[in-house]
């Protein structure tokens, strides 16, 4: 089973519109939740994180997870053409360097 | 600016012929990695390295080869045993490996003919 598991996409939204962003994950052992944001032709970057449980906050963007299910999210809200790009997932911690992604989901915001 | 730096940016290579792929960090991280990403696809890892000296195959290491005689460089070898080798490469180092936070390149693009 893979680390993380994440619906492709692709996603179109219009301007303005919320979007959300999933993944599930499998190891309950990793406390570190990563959402990386990919501009076409480019190298992903880091957009935030969450550690544990609970949501993160910063400006129009929500990260959030639920250790339950096993479920992480990125909320965007009032989103915006710049906003189109790939959004890829990330689980980790401890000791654990093979860091594996998710498929990652392309977001395309429409004007 | 301490950054990771690939090159070349775009390489075409005929069928049969290895490649080699260079990353470069000056960040003074001591973990590093490759990734493979294809159209419509996420990262896939083809190895990576804890320390100087020392590497491990990721999830699609057939075909590809790494060393790591330096802290600051991790160059990848594509081989020609390398089945569908076009793609984009993508070169990352890792700042704790508590958080998972990776610091990427702008990526290097191989195309075959």
């Known amino acids: 089973q893979k680390e993380v598991e994440q619906d492709p996409g692709p996603l179109s939204v219009p301007e303005g519109a919320i979007v959300s962003l999933n993944c599930t994950y499998s190891?309950?052992?990793?406390?570190?939740f990563m959402w990386y944001r990919q501009y076409s032709r480019k190298g992903p970057e880091l957009l935030m994180y969450?550690?544990?449980?609970g949501n993160k906050e910063d400006g129009r963007f929500t990260a959030q997870v639920d250790k339950s299910s096993k479920y992480i999210s990125l909320f965007i809200r009032d989103s915006q053409p710049s906003d189109s790009a790939t959004y890829l997932c990330l689980n980790s911690g401890g000791s654990n360097y093979k860091l594996t992604f998710g498929k990652g989901t392309l977001l395309t915001v429409n004007p | 600016d301490g950054g990771i730096t690939q090159s070349p940016k775009y390489l075409f290579r005929k069928e049969g012929q290895n490649v080699t792929l260079s990353c470069e960090q000056n960040?003074?991280?001591?973990?590093m990695y490759w990734y493979r990403q294809d159209p419509g696809q996420g990262l896939r890892l083809i190895y990576y390295?804890?320390?100087?000296?020392?590497?491990q195959k990721g999830d699609i290491a057939e075909g590809y080869s790494v060393s790591r005689e330096k802290k600051e460089s991790f160059p990848l070898t594509v081989t020609s045993a390398q089945k569908n080798p076009t793609a984009f490469y993508l070169c990352?180092?890792?700042?704790?490996?508590?958080?998972?936070?990776?610091?990427f390149g702008e990526g290097s693009r191989l195309t075959v003919l």
């Open positions: 190891n309950s052992a990793f406390q570190y």
């Open positions: 990352a180092s890792l700042r704790t490996v508590n958080t998972g936070e990776l610091f």
């Open positions: 390295s804890q320390i100087v000296n020392d590497f």
């Open positions: 960040l003074n991280h001591d973990a």
């Open positions: 969450t550690y544990s449980s």
